[in-house]
T-cell receptor, first 111, second 113 residues
Framework: DAKTTQPPSMDCAEGRAANLPCNHS???????VYWYRQIHSQGPQYIIH???NNETNEMASLIITEDRKSSTLILPHATLRDTAVYYC????????????FGGGTRLMVKP | ETGVTQSPTHLIKTRGQQVTLRCSSQ?????VSWYQQALGQGPQFIFQ???????GRGNFPPRFSGLQFPNYSSELNVNALELDDSALYLC????????????FGAGTRLSVL
């Protein structure tokens, strides 16, 4: 699986959009971009995933650049409960279900 | 809530002992994966079970073993515990052998003294 690079930490004001970047410059054509988050003392929670088109669900939006070398997870109106570690993971869907977690981005939402 | 339950929530063992952790998968899911998460790090893949057979393994020694039962619940067994085995152990279930979203339980916190 391709390696991802994320900033170790970010702050966001409550009510504002949180934009979390991820670099995956060595991504292969059959690899998807997945985002999970882990709130303190809980298991990781699936947020969203995509291949090359932008995706949106009730939790977030995922913007993938045209060359697929980077992506941004957008939480449109961050709340204090969105404070968590966010993991960007790339994975080929024919390679088992294994997820390779990096260090993630620790997002702190502040009042 | 993901529907994935793990037991126990916390466990304390001493070095050299053996431990069994349990996981009930989400209804309709036939694949279970186990991860180890050391303090301050991301989860590391241990192995995956699909329809009662091991189907992928990470870089963990043979003293880490598992089982999956006909109802798709699973156990993780660790023999000869070492201090470095202290971690949060996470179970994730999914539908199918590959390419599917994994849903995680809350984990079992193991402390080895």
């Amino acid at each position: 699986d391709a390696k991802t690079t994320q900033p170790p930490s970010m702050d966001c004001a409550e009510g504002r959009a949180a934009n979390l970047p991820c670099n995956h410059s060595t991504i292969s054509g059959n690899e998807y971009v997945y985002w999970y988050r882990q709130i303190h003392s809980q298991g990781p929670q699936y947020i969203i995933h995509g291949l090359k088109n932008n995706e949106t669900n009730e939790m977030a939006s995922l913007i993938i650049t045209e060359d697929r070398k980077s992506s941004t997870l957008i939480l449109p109106h961050a709340t204090l409960r969105d404070t968590a570690v966010y993991y960007c993971i790339v994975r080929a869907n024919n390679a088992g279900n294994m997820l390779t977690f990096g260090g993630g981005t620790r997002l702190m939402v502040k009042p | 809530e993901t529907g994935v339950t793990q037991s126990p929530t916390h466990l304390i063992k001493t070095r050299g002992q053996q431990v069994t952790l349990r996981c009930s998968s989400q209804s309709g899911h036939n694949t279970v994966s186990w991860y180890q998460q050391a303090l301050g790090q991301g989860p590391q893949f241990i192995f995956q079970y699909y329809r009662e057979e091991e189907n992928g393994r990470g870089n963990f020694p043979p003293r880490f073993s598992g089982l999956q039962f006909p109802n798709y619940s699973s156990e993780l067994n660790v023999n000869a515990l070492e201090l470095d085995d202290s971690a949060l152990y996470l179970c994730a279930s999914s539908r199918g052998r590959a390419g599917n979203i994994q849903y995680f339980g809350a984990g079992t916190r193991l402390s080895v003294l």
